[in-house]
């Protein structure tokens, strides 16, 4: 199992200087997690990169492969509505096969949930983590930012008809279906004789039928879906099938927005030239990007990617990455960014959540990568 | 690893029986050491050879790991064991047993979910909905998770499931199951259905060869013995000879020119035709006035060369013993 070099103790003091000005509480969280709870939040892709443990009689845990998920249960057992966290521990993950990577490796970060001021928080935090990898001495540092929420509001502006809208946004994350619906196809497959019929009848109808359907072919109906939802989806998907879709010129508005990826002014004033007016959306991240210059990241080495973080996990708002050009892409130096959804899927009360997290070998120039 | 050539066979249950069956009708005798209930055994016609006799997963994972030399095992198995096999396992030959397939299974009343596509629409919702992931019970992880991976779908998560994985939907410990199925009888019986799209494996019994175990010339021979006397057997299970009496033999010889071209192949007074051209063979034959015509079963049919052979030599490259 491969470790990370050793920092020597004054670069790491370097790198976790700038997270002692940010008046978060140091704090521990614990290193075993539960295996159901991760792979229900962060998907089955993560199940490969977990060292699994089990205790004799007991259920299946993880080592931490990060402290997002194991900071947010230590706020919501504090039962208070905001809190500010800063971290320092070893996580773990299984290097990809094939790849020569430290399994056992440092991470340094913030979190902070239920802070009033989104777009000061957002820029605090990704501010942070430019400061602290910048400390570890590398000069070949640039910033790669995203917003998962930047998608939903260029499709609002377009104002599509309602239900096209809703399934746009839902396919933002689901590269094939987003694919689907800008050629105008339908994924799946042609309905069944009696899908296809149940689909043309008013809804609680076609649940009654369903229902009928089922008893007479001695289906005992398990799974966890109740007839109203089955017919439920059917009737919309008909509906969709014979409600409005995307013209090609809107499809490639579409496709116009996915590719921009310029400094953070230029790809902002594509977007908005794109868009079908965005102001609030553009004008917050005209803030967010302002206090960021003030709080020390460099607007030069920064890049802003309309369609950066599509598929990750559960952040919802906006993302960063910061890389250097020494290391490969999926070996960032430090990441973070927003998931207000999180807390409550963990039980939480905070709508608010943020954060960020360096890996202080990855950052120390000193030694090898 | 010099020494005999490692082989290995399930312990117990039908697919050992059928194991046997295979090598005792290629004419191969299993002769146990220790007694009926032994792990080890050697197979008489096959010197340099020793067999183990361990489950049908622990040969999947010492083939895999080099620690024997050849097994046979399910396919289901043998793919279970991750990405890149390919690089570890040479699959030899399909035994034309152990049949089953490795299929995604969702609820019978999902009226409205026949596609991988339609459960990656019916998943995303669950997830918006619930906060949760559908849950997938199964054995075979790594399969699940490359077959959804490869139809785009990550709005799931896989629940091991150690005994009857097709009670877990009725159970309410998963909504899908990705299991093996023979008849689909299982399934039906627990109200579940197969997706259209949704079949991962057509799984046989494989005879399989470690690439990641250290192979000798003798060990590589012995292979090559037993891969051609099963090779030979199999062919002649296809195959019929039709003799006709010598004196016939020029007038036979244009219809038997015509045969050959069909891919038929000549003898003295004769030929070797597939069983399938068998009657045709007879009816030309007869039409040019030539008969008696005798009509005989082969026990091998034997080639210069194993093509299994080969392509496994060539994989190993030149062993210095």
Redesign the interface.
């Known amino acids: 199992m491969r470790l990370e070099p050793a920092i020597p103790a004054d670069a790491l003091a370097k790198i976790r200087a700038p997270f002692a000005e940010a008046s978060a509480a140091p704090t521990d969280a614990p290193v075993l997690q539960p295996l159901?709870l991760l792979?229900?939040l962060a998907?089955?892709?993560m199940?490969?990169r977990l060292f699994v443990v089990q205790g004799e009689g007991g259920d299946e845990a993880a080592l931490r492969p990060d402290f997002t998920i194991p900071i947010a249960r230590v706020h919501i057992d504090t039962l208070a509505k905001a809190g500010r966290y800063f971290y320092e521990g070893k996580a773990f993950r299984v290097s990809p096969?094939g790849a020569d990577r430290a399994e056992e490796f440092l991470q340094i970060g913030l979190e902070a949930y239920g802070g009033k001021d989104r777009i000061a928080d957002d820029a605090e935090v990704a501010a942070l983590a430019w400061r602290a990898a910048q400390a570890g001495g590398r000069k070949d540092l640039s910033l790669l930012l995203g917003d998962v929420s930047l998608f939903s509001a260029f499709v609002d502006s377009l104002k599509l008809e309602p239900r096209l809208t809703v399934r746009l946004k839902?396919a933002f994350s689901?590269?094939?279906?987003l694919k689907a619906e800008l050629e105008g196809r339908e994924?799946?497959?042609e309905?069944?004789r009696?899908?296809g019929l149940?689909s043309g009848l008013p809804e609680d109808e076609a649940v009654r039928v369903?229902e009928e359907?089922?008893a007479l072919?001695g289906?005992?109906?398990?799974?966890?879906?109740s007839?109203a939802d089955?017919a439920h989806?059917?009737v919309e998907?008909a509906e969709a099938a014979r409600g409005a879709k995307l013209t090609e010129a809107q499809a490639d508005r579409i496709r116009g927005f996915l590719a921009i990826s310029d400094t953070p002014d230029k790809a902002l004033a594509a977007i908005g030239k794109l868009s079908g007016g965005m102001s609030k959306a553009l004008d917050g991240w005209s803030q967010r990007l302002k206090a960021m210059a003030e709080r020390g990241a460099d607007p030069k080495r920064m890049r802003l990617s309309a369609s950066f973080g599509r598929?990750f996990g559960y952040y919802d708002g906006m993302l960063f990455e910061v890389r250097s050009a020494a290391l490969a892409e999926d070996e960032p130096v430090a990441a973070g960014g927003r998931y207000d959804g999180l807390p409550?899927?963990l039980g939480g009360k905070a709508n608010a959540a943020v954060g960020c997290m360096v890996r202080p070998a990855r950052a120390y120039a000193g030694g090898k990568s | 690893m010099s020494g005999p050539l490692i082989f290995a066979i399930p312990s117990k249950g039908r697919l050992k029986e059928q194991v046997e069956a295979w090598l005792t009708d290629a004419g191969f005798k299993l002769e146990m050491a220790g007694g009926a209930r032994g792990y080890r055994a050697t197979l008489k016609g096959l010197p340099g050879l020793e067999v183990r006799l361990l489950s049908a997963s622990d040969i999947a994972a010492n083939v895999d790991s080099g620690e024997v030399h050849i097994g046979v095992t399910g396919e289901d198995l043998l793919r279970e064991r991750g990405e890149g096999l390919d690089e570890r396992v040479m699959l030899l030959r399909p035994l034309g047993f152990g049949r089953a397939d490795l299929v995604v299974a969702a609820p019978k009343s999902w009226i409205d979910v026949e596609t991988m596509a339609d459960l990656d629409e019916v998943a995303h919702l669950h997830l918006v909905r619930t906060g949760r992931r559908m849950r997938v019970a199964t054995k075979y992880l790594a399969q699940t998770r490359a077959f959804f991976a490869a139809h785009g779908i990550g709005d799931y998560r896989i629940v091991e499931s150690g005994g009857a994985t097709e009670g877990a939907p009725a159970s309410g410990a998963a909504e899908l199951i990705v299991d093996i199925t023979t008849t689909g009888a299982t399934l039906a019986a627990n109200n579940l259905k197969i997706l259209s799209d949704g079949v991962i494996l057509k799984s046989e019994a494989q005879l399989a060869a470690s690439l990641t175990a250290r192979w000798t010339k003798p060990q590589l021979a012995a292979v090559e013995r037993l891969l051609s006397m099963v090779e030979a057997r199999a062919r002649a299970k296809r195959a019929a000879t039709l003799t006709w009496p010598a004196e016939q033999d020029k007038k036979a010889a244009p219809v038997a020119a015509k045969l050959v071209k069909n891919g038929a192949s000549r003898r003295a007074n004769g030929l070797l035709v597939a069983e399938a051209d068998l009657l045709d063979a007879r009816q030309v034959l007869a039409d040019a006035g030539v008969g008696p015509v005798t009509a005989a079963r082969p026990d091998y049919v034997f080639e210069p060369q194993s093509d299994a052979a080969n392509r496994l030599m060539t994989e190993i490259g030149a062993p210095r013993r």
């Open positions: 159901a792979l229900d998907g089955e892709a199940r490969s096969p839902r689901r590269p094939r279906l994924l799946g497959a309905a069944g009696i899908a149940l369903l359907v089922w072919a289906i005992e109906p398990v799974g966890g879906r007839a089955i989806r059917l998907r598929a409550a899927r």
